[in-house]
């Protein structure tokens, strides 16, 4: 986990860490997710062009609208992670 300390919520959530957090982590898993985090900046921009790309199919089609009005939704949200992630 990433904690971002110009965050308000920062020293609440490090302090629960600090008291809650055990390593489970395998070490095999450790190798395959520090490799598929070095592509995680691509894929996540590419992620965020398909869903743009799905946002405008949907919002031309009348059976997408309602659809449509919910994932704009959820864009907002996925926006407001990439201010905080880049």
């Given at each position: 986990m990433v904690l971002n300390p110009q965050?308000?919520?920062y020293e609440k959530l490090k302090?629960?860490?600090?008291?809650?957090?055990?390593d489970l982590v395998w070490g095999e898993d450790a190798i395959f997710l520090e490799r598929n985090s070095r592509t995680f900046r691509e894929r996540i921009l590419k992620?965020?062009?398909s869903a743009e790309e799905l946002c405008d199919f949907l919002s031309k089609s009348p059976k997408g609208k309602t659809k449509f009005d919910n994932y704009?939704?959820?864009l907002y949200l996925a926006s407001i992670v990439n201010e905080n992630v880049f």
């Open positions: 965050r308000k919520h302090q629960v860490i600090k008291q809650d957090y055990e992620i965020n062009e704009l939704f959820l």
